[in-house]
């Protein structure tokens, strides 16, 4: 599977194809230019022939690049940069046709000349150049990064549940009143909803101030805490709030994503490959709507693939589809990770400290210290370069007594139970260990068990 390249990784490889490209087709040029013409251009002169015609391809290059972004012409790059060089040398022979009187002859012979010695060399050298660098698992393709690319056509797969909207409403300001929603329906987690709209809305004033970051990756979050406590249904009460502000929402299972062919559903597969021929998901979903909350779910199930394509999204803002290349940017997205790594110290942290600096402090550290052995000699830890990239760990606490309570209470009156307060406090006496051990889950099941049967 070929590795996603950042942007600068792809232009540093650019420039030394290109400058390796320019030596060979000086080599070419003198070899071949020599065996042909009995008029010969010696070594030297050639050479200074080509830097001049290096350095000059660069700025009409540079010229020409935002010429095709504003008609939205895609080109590879190297054919950008051999279309510089054929429109360097055309307008040299027009100006040397022109200031000879219109002499075909001459025109025709130094035609001749630049064909041998400059238009194929450079053009067998680029081509080369190319395909090296594809073989190297490079993707060369110029395309308008301020322009979402056309939809990718295909179908959703199991492996994630996606709510795209077909009609992106349009957008207008949000106003960060989301812990006043999210406190009416996750029981039990205020601190966590407040840190979480008080991240949002530092980085959203960010985004106004033109940050190109949170332009495109508005905020990142890591879920840890005890299983069953409310990171899931957090998650989905923020995308189901954003819902009136054109958002979509993507939740993936990285317990789906175990082994690198399944990674490959996730971006697609490269090319030449099979499967190359349908769409990543993640690609697809952003063609849809570039704004998308992704709600990732026990990060620490995933390939390694799923690691390192998550680092470079939450970095660069955006995914690249692997069968064609082509980048597609996100546009504010949320991007939330639950893990369960260490829940029970975390759950312990929560417990014995109460200065929020100190459990942040705490969880970073256990978290660092944190390995999962995922068998056939296979680990998975977070590393401190992955937390570097996160906007904010977001310990979630136990739940009390009179949480549970209060979440069988409404879970039994959401089934159209009509079951009385102090019905649902016995019950949850009962089974309280149950919640404590296994958490909220299991618990309900057994409370919903109860009541219908009596």
């Not at 296979?378 to 606490?397: K, V, Y």
């Amino acid at each position: 599977m070929r590795k996603t390249r950042t942007e600068k990784e792809i232009y540093d490889m650019v420039v030394l194809l290109y400058l390796v490209a320019h030596v060979l087709a000086c080599c070419l040029g003198y070899f071949l230019g020599n065996y042909l013409f009995e008029s010969r251009i010696g070594l030297l002169p050639l050479i200074l022939l080509y830097v001049v015609h290096y350095i000059s391809s660069l700025f009409v290059a540079g010229g020409l690049e935002p010429l095709f972004k504003r008609f939205r012409i895609r080109l590879n790059l190297f054919s950008l940069v051999f279309l510089s060089h054929l429109v360097l040398i055309a307008s040299f022979l027009f100006l040397v046709f022109w200031l000879s009187g219109w002499n075909s002859e001459k025109l025709l012979n130094l035609g001749t000349y630049a064909l041998i010695y400059f238009i194929l060399p450079l053009g067998v050298s680029l081509f080369a150049m190319n395909l090296i660098g594809k073989a190297m698992g490079y993707s060369f393709t110029f395309e308008d990064e301020d322009e979402q690319k056309a939809m990718v056509k295909g179908s959703q797969s199991e492996t994630a549940s996606s709510t795209n909207h077909k009609e992106v409403k349009a957008d207008k300001p949000i106003v960060w009143n989301f812990a006043d929603y999210a406190k009416q329906v996750v029981v039990g987690q205020d601190h966590a909803i407040e840190t979480i709209q008080k991240v949002l809305i530092a980085n959203s004033k960010l985004a106004d101030l033109g940050n190109p970051k949170r332009q495109r990756i508005l905020a990142s979050f890591l879920f840890v805490g005890p299983t069953g406590v409310g990171k899931t249904e957090t998650a989905k009460a923020l995308a189901g709030w954003l819902e009136d502000y054109g958002y979509s929402s993507l939740r993936l299972d990285a317990n789906q994503f175990s082994d690198r062919e399944a990674v490959w559903t996730l971006l697609g597969s490269p090319k030449g490959y099979v499967g190359s021929d349908k769409p990543g998901l993640l690609p697809y979903a952003i063609s849809q709507n570039p704004k998308q909350v992704i709600l990732i779910d026990e990060i620490e199930k995933a390939d390694q693939g799923f690691y390192q394509f998550l680092l470079q999204m939450l970095d660069e803002g955006y995914v690249i589809e692997r069968s064609t290349g082509y980048r597609y940017y996100l546009q504010r997205a949320i991007v939330i990770i639950t893990s369960n790594l260490e829940n029970k110290r975390i759950a312990e942290i929560m417990e014995k400290i109460s200065d929020p600096i100190q459990i942040d402090i705490a969880v970073r550290k256990t978290l660092e210290e944190a390995v999962v052995w995922l068998g056939g000699g296979r680990s998975f830890r977070i590393t401190p370069e992955f937390l570097g990239r996160i906007d904010a760990i977001i310990p979630f606490r136990s739940l009390g007594f009179e949480d549970l309570v209060e979440i069988a209470y409404r879970d039994l009156r959401g089934l159209g139970l009509k079951v009385s307060y102090e019905t649902v406090y016995e019950l949850t006496q009962k089974y309280y260990p149950v919640a404590r051990e296994y958490g909220v889950r299991y618990f309900l099941k057994k409370v919903q068990e109860e009541v219908l049967t009596q």
